[in-house]
């Protein structure tokens, strides 16, 4: 259930005491939770900015990302632009392997943590460099799903000590690429998905004379929880049944390789918001590895699978967009669930491996955009003085206005519904002129406001006034696409934090909804973290005439960064990586600047030719001149401009 205008506004005053003192940091902190889903990653700066403490084990380097918007529009880097801290990945690596080597260490558990990084969640190159570097003191290695991203890891996964596991279904090609990699002495894992798989691998192993290492990924009966906890079970899209599994090792075994078979895996969804799950799935997964080794299957490893869930809300719940455990307790359940069932059983504990995608990239990327305007309902000016002759139901309204108190509101309420339907139907008949309904609309607006003044110290609003306040909403007009840079939140109504980069310090006065600068009317975001359940608006600035008012759109560095279209041919946004630099003096330094797609490369994407576009354009113009609508001068700036419209960036300037 959604929380109301009404309630939001209650909200915001309740921070203020009755002396109304002075909004604080602390104030904004209870607002928009950033401590909550920040992970450590973000705070509210004294300075009322958001600050990003990239390093976890440094906790006094803090970036200002005021500072950093500052600096790339000094370098003339245009707005929206994705901000990229490739410290906060390297820290999500670094943090997930430590924990996974300091809880194997105490639970004195004989197997290792073999990680690996999935691929689609994140398939930029900055980002998977950045992963394999920070991963390969770990022997930390990736997982690939189709054949180009196997083809990027036989190219960037070098550890030789490293795992390289394939999911998703394969053909031959797909295959010989995997043979390809144990050739070149790479620890590559090719999962069957697929019964049909197995038998086009062990004919391949045979003409190539090579021995592949196998993982056999399980239907678990167990589902998980949460948005993908269809995508598990015994219905999944991907996996062997148990009779499946024993075929599968019966005629490895026949055809002479059965000591292939190293790997047993299991996926019971992304995002995983119950621990409970968790529990379930080691428990059913344990018993099967177990059972299996007792048969004589020379099975090592284990995969999880992914689902490690982000925190997206901060409410630390089951909620979709969050989870109710901590990274520590994830791995917790993993390695102790796994000791304690294999002690019982009897058997060797295998080494473990994970799949967390969502988890190492959400948090070090955001999307930086400009608020250029504000769409509200009672922002239209226009003349409603009274003249000779007007219709009669404009001048009811009028006098509606002018006798509104609080104790006829709900009165007030009915009677202008009710009016502003028959001045409907009297303009459809062509009996009331748009001068009439123009002052209609706005005496309409202002009443509604009054009303909605005198809600707001009520107990107890009646149903039907409480849509009042979001019809009243302001829409904030942002320069980005939320086809491209926040797909999940149009697409899944995935939570995505969002938050004013600076002004933190100040009290917000508007309740705001975003829209975005696509003609789609789908291109909004209407969903915002709230105390319980989920807001349709978010607290925000009054916009100051001459000063930019940035916003972030923060944990985006999971799919989004990958998953955005070419909606309305906007392309990918500008793009800075941010390095800190304990030495200097703003703790960081902008270590690259990718530049987001200009108009001729989105329509050459889509098969134009921008060259001949031009052409066509200055043909065109050339044939006014000569008419002598247009002077030369004037014609050759058309051109000129044209051409720069090519050459620049999608977005609005």
Not at 85 to 113: C, K, M, P
Not at 394 to 414: K, M, P
Not at 535 to 561: C, K, M, R, V
Not at 565 to 582: A, K, P, T
Request: with cysteine; charged share 25%.
């Amino acid at each position: 259930m959604s929380k109301t205008h009404t309630e939001l506004q209650d909200e915001l005053a309740k921070t203020d005491v009755a002396n109304e003192r002075t909004w604080s940091v602390e104030d904004a902190e209870k607002t928009y939770r950033v401590q909550r889903w920040g992970n450590g990653y973000f705070a509210v700066g004294k300075k009322g900015n958001i600050e990003v403490t990239p390093r976890y084990e440094q906790p006094n380097l803090n970036i200002d990302l005021r500072e950093v918007v500052d600096e790339m529009s000094a370098k003339g880097i245009e707005f929206p632009a994705v901000i990229r801290f490739h410290d906060i990945l390297r820290s999500q690596v670094e943090r997930l392997n430590r924990t996974f080597r300091s809880t194997i260490e105490s639970a004195e558990y004989e197997g290792r943590y073999l990680g690996v990084f999935p691929v689609k969640v994140n398939q930029m190159r900055e980002v998977i460099e950045e992963i394999v570097d920070a991963g390969e003191r770990f022997d930390y290695g990736l997982e690939a799903g189709s054949k180009p991203e196997l083809i990027a890891a036989l190219a960037y996964n070098t550890n030789k000590n490293s795992l390289t596991i394939l999911n998703g279904y394969k053909d031959e090609e797909y295959l010989r690429l995997a043979l390809l990699g144990v050739k070149i002495n790479r620890k590559i894992v090719i999962v069957i998905e697929k019964f049909s798989e197995l038998t086009k691998l062990i004919s391949l192993s045979k003409e190539l004379n090579i021995v592949p290492m196998i993982g056999l990924r399980v239907k678990m009966m167990v589902k998980g929880r949460g948005k993908w906890e269809s995508s598990s079970g015994e219905r999944a899209k991907f996996g062997l049944s148990i009779a499946e599994i024993l075929n599968a090792v019966s005629l490895l075994e026949q055809e002479g390789l059965s000591e292939a078979i190293k790997l047993l895996h299991f996926h019971i969804g992304s995002q995983l918001t119950d621990i409970r799950a968790i529990k379930e799935a080691v428990q059913e997964a344990s018993l099967i590895y177990s059972r299996l080794v007792k048969k004589g299957v020379p099975l090592e490893y284990v995969d999880v699978g992914g689902g490690l869930a982000v925190d997206y809300d901060g409410s630390q719940s089951t909620n979709d967009s969050s989870c109710n455990y901590s990274i520590e307790e994830y791995i917790a359940d993993i390695v102790y669930g796994f000791k304690q069932n294999c002690d019982l059983e009897g058997v060797s504990h295998p080494h473990l491996v994970s799949e967390s995608g969502r988890a190492m990239t959400a948090h070090h990327s955001c999307v930086v955009t400009k608020v250029i305007g504000e769409i509200h309902p009672r922002g239209v000016v226009y003349n409603t003085r009274k003249e000779t002759g007007e219709h009669i139901i404009v001048t009811n309204f009028r006098e509606i206005e002018s006798g509104l108190t609080s104790e006829n509101h709900q009165e007030v309420y009915n009677d202008i519904a009710q009016l502003k339907e028959q001045a409907m139907q009297a303009f459809k008949l062509g009996i009331m002129s748009l001068e009439e309904m123009a002052k209609i609309e706005i005496i309409y607006w202002r009443i509604l406001g009054g009303i909605d003044n005198i809600i707001q110290d009520l107990e107890f609003v009646p149903e039907e006034l409480k849509e009042i306040p979001e019809m009243l909403s302001s829409q904030y007009l942002a320069n980005f696409s939320v086809f491209q840079s926040a797909a999940d939140s149009w697409a899944i109504d995935q939570v995505l934090p969002i938050v004013p980069i600076s002004r933190l310090n100040e009290k917000p006065s508007k309740l705001c909804s975003l829209v975005d600068i696509t003609c789609d009317s789908d291109g909004k975001i209407d969903k915002f973290i709230g105390d319980e359940t989920v807001a349709t608006n978010i607290p925000l600035h009054s916009l100051n005439e001459g000063e930019d008012y940035f916003i972030g759109i923060f944990l985006t560095g999971a799919y989004q960064d990958v998953m955005g279209d070419m909606h309305n041919l906007f392309g990918r946004l500008n793009e800075v990586h941010i390095v800190s630099y304990d030495d200097d003096p703003k703790d960081f330094y902008m270590e690259e600047v990718v530049r987001g797609s200009m108009v001729k490369n989105v329509l050459s994407t889509m098969q134009y030719t921008p060259e001949i576009m031009a052409q066509v354009v200055k043909k065109e113009i050339d044939k006014q001149i000569q008419r002598g609508k247009i002077k030369p001068r004037e014609g050759v700036q058309w051109i000129d401009f044209y051409d720069d419209c090519l050459e620049g960036y999608t977005y609005l300037k």
